[in-house]
């Protein structure tokens, strides 16, 4: 069932087994999986069916940090939350990130182990659809049989059958909507935006939430158990905000609310030039028997990363930036006139589209255009065919497009771990939004770590390259450490602030979500994450709130919760 607030008269109660806050793609899945169970569920989303900008303002941050990517572009407040943003890209964090390294220091400890959440890789796959969950090229029979390049040798160190998995891309406001809208357990109340996590006076169970609709009347949520599913930041800061028993901030019982906030850090320096046949040189997607679209990725063994001390690491091949009309290519220039036009926001997300279009300050767009008049027929078929098959092809729609390489020459795109850094922090201020919740200021933090690693980890792949004469990397600065830290960017993927920990000093919410102290208060958000992996967190968010779902069920059967407080 699905309600708009307006309908919802000032300070009427709301009452449900589970109150879930936030309808992003976690708080769907666990409102459906425990709606299917037969638990009633109240699902509150700030936003509406539809993108607002005065709802979107709520999220915007305090001051300036000149390596946070603006909220608007990381975040939606709408039914779907940031799968109304995402391209579709599903990776699982690897047995690595889980265990305990030297790299990532001895206070980053996940208290569960990989093979706990592992088991939850298959359901993910199908909540977003992006097919079996095997993630390894030689486990897919379609696949097995080839090498990113010929002769490439898995080895102890480097291996490229790494599959990232794409969606159809799955935006979950259109894909579980209608679901939601014929339950019978679950309400769906949009436009309505909590504002406090009220507490008893001793601080050892919730009471109620408060939440305000757009008007400003304000609503109470009474339930047995309450999940905060708000997102990254948002959810930290409601737990800021949730102050009246908790001065500090609810859950920031050990200092630990807003710290070790984690991003990833993504650069390119480097080219590869491959030895190899260019014509066998496997540098887009490929379909698996399903007709799934997946990508290779070139990964570090898990002792090789312990043994160096690397953070997890992947890289994979990607276009020159289409921005650069110095690549000569009709195809990369029609893509960047089309991304830079007025209509450029409707065929990708606006972070994505400012990424794609950055170019030197001298690049004119007489220079795009003159290489698609001279590379007119591939230019004109690409539009035909990637328009076709991205935006009007029923059901799977290709991810993206590559351009062959006639010299075997491929830009490398890295994507690696951001160490948990204490220092890397959000906190509240005095500024408020329109209704009246305190502001954030983000101070994301990056060290020499993360910064050396880069180099390091394309100097062991040109290492392994070179060994084996599959080619060399060509380094596109003199200086690397200099050239990663121009690129130190983040926020897409937001982590860490709310993290897991065994013990209440050491974290904000304990291996089952629970915040620490308050056993029916969970949290089911990437900000509980203690590292932060190669991956991004779209996939891993889904499958620990799968996880969360099921410890929900087996705490009470349908119907049995029988510890609704009173409401206040």
């Given amino acids: 069932m699905l309600l708009d607030s307006a309908t919802i008269a000032p300070g009427e109660g709301l009452e449900a087994e589970i109150a879930v806050v936030g309808a992003g793609p976690a708080g769907i899945v666990l409102a459906l999986e425990l709606g299917r169970a037969g638990h009633r569920v109240l699902l509150v989303e700030s936003g509406g069916t539809a993108f607002d900008a005065e709802t979107q303002r709520l999220g915007d941050t305090q001051g300036s940090d000149p390596l946070h990517v603006p909220m608007s572009l990381t975040t939606r407040r709408q039914i779907g939350g940031a799968s109304n943003l995402w391209g579709g890209r599903c990776v699982p964090f690897d047995p690595v990130d889980f265990e305990p390294r030297e790299v990532v220091g001895e206070e980053s400890r996940w208290p569960v182990a990989y093979g706990e959440i592992e088991p939850y890789f298959a359901r993910a796959c199908e909540w977003c659809v992006c097919g079996e969950a095997v993630f390894d090229a030689r486990a897919v029979r379609e696949l097995a049989d080839r090498a990113l390049v010929p002769g490439f040798a898995e080895g102890e160190e480097v291996s490229a059958t790494a599959l990232e998995r794409w969606s159809l891309p799955t935006n979950f406001r259109r894909e579980y909507q209608g679901e939601l809208e014929r339950s019978r357990m679950v309400r769906l109340i949009t436009n309505l935006t909590c504002t406090e996590i009220v507490c008893d006076p001793d601080g050892a169970r919730v009471a109620h939430l408060r939440a305000r609709t757009r008007a400003g009347g304000e609503v109470t949520i009474t339930a047995a158990r309450y999940v905060l599913a708000c997102g990254g930041l948002e959810t930290t800061r409601l737990l800021f905000a949730s102050n009246r028993h908790h001065p500090r901030g609810l859950g920031n019982h050990s200092g630990q609310l807003g710290r070790w906030y984690m991003a990833h850090v993504e650069s390119r320096i480097a080219r590869v030039h491959f030895a190899t046949p260019p014509a066998a040189t496997i540098y887009g997607h490929e379909r698996d028997r399903a007709g799934v679209y997946v990508r290779r990725r070139l990964t570090f063994s898990g002792d090789f990363l312990r043994e160096q001390q690397l953070p997890n690491t992947a890289m994979w091949l990607v276009n020159p930036a289409i921005g650069d009309p110095a690549h000569g290519s009709g195809v990369l220039s029609f893509a960047y006139l089309m991304l830079a036009s007025p209509l450029g926001r409707r065929f990708v997300a606006e972070g994505i589209r400012q990424a794609h279009i950055k170019g030197p300050p001298d690049a004119g767009v007489g220079a795009h255009l003159r290489n698609v008049l001279r590379d007119f027929g591939p230019a004109a078929l690409f539009a035909l065919t990637f328009g076709y098959q991205r935006y009007l092809k029923r059901g799977r729609k290709v991810p993206g497009f590559f351009v062959p390489s006639a010299g075997n020459v491929y830009p490398l795109l890295y994507h690696g771990e951001h160490l948990p850094h204490r220092e890397s922090y959000v906190e509240p201020t005095d500024a ?15 060290d020499e770590v993360d910064v050396g690693s880069v180099a390091r980890a394309h100097r062991s792949l040109e290492n392994f390259l070179r060994e084996h004469r599959l080619g060399h990397l060509e380094y596109l ?14 926020g897409y993927h937001q982590a860490g602030t709310t993290r897991m920990s065994a013990r209440p000093e050491d974290g904000v919410v304990d291996r089952d979500l629970s915040v620490h102290g308050l056993p029916d208060l969970t949290i089911a958000s990437s900000s509980t994450f203690v590292t932060s992996g190669q991956a991004n967190s779209t996939f891993m968010i889904v499958a620990f709130a799968l996880r969360l ?3 929900l069920r087996r705490e009470a059967p349908a119907g049995h919760w029988s ?3 009173p409401r206040r």
């Fill in 477 to 490: 600065y003199g200086d690397l450490e200099e050239a990663v830290r121009e690129q130190l960017f983040g």
């Fill in 549 to 551: 779902a099921d410890r």
């Fill in 432 to 446: 408020r939004d329109a209704l009246g919740m305190p502001r954030l200021r983000t101070h994301l933090r990056f």
């Fill in 563 to 565: 510890d609704l407080p």
